[in-house]
Structures are given as C-alpha cells and as structure tokens.
C-alpha cells in the first residue's frame, strides 16, 4: 500500500474512533475522555491531510 493511501486511511480510522471516544465521554461525563476522543479526532485529520498532501506530491 502506498504511503499516502495508508495515512489517509489510518487517519480516517483515528478521526472515527476519536469520534466515539469523545461521544462517550460526553454521555458519561467524562470529560477527560472526551478530550482524549477530541485530540484523536484532530490527529486523525492531520494524518488524513498529510495521506492527501502526499498523494499530491506523488509519493
């Protein structure tokens, strides 16, 4: 698998579960967990846009 498919999606898998993770946390009120869901949510998008930036520059 190229490198730039393979982050993007790694970083759609990292958005989704940082989705349910802060969705859970919100309905616990847990809110440590909620911005851990939060924090993985944003890293999932930079690794999704750097997966796209690549594709771009071809790698």
């Avoid at 993007?8 to 851990?36: D, M, S, Y």
């Amino acid at each position: 698998m190229k490198s730039s498919t393979h982050d993007k999606a790694q970083g759609t898998a990292k958005n989704i579960t940082g989705a349910i993770k802060q969705a859970t946390g919100k309905a616990v009120g847990n809110p440590r967990l909620e911005a851990a869901g939060k924090t993985q949510r944003n890293e999932g998008r930079i690794q999704k846009k750097i997966g796209e930036i690549e594709q771009v520059l071809g790698n």
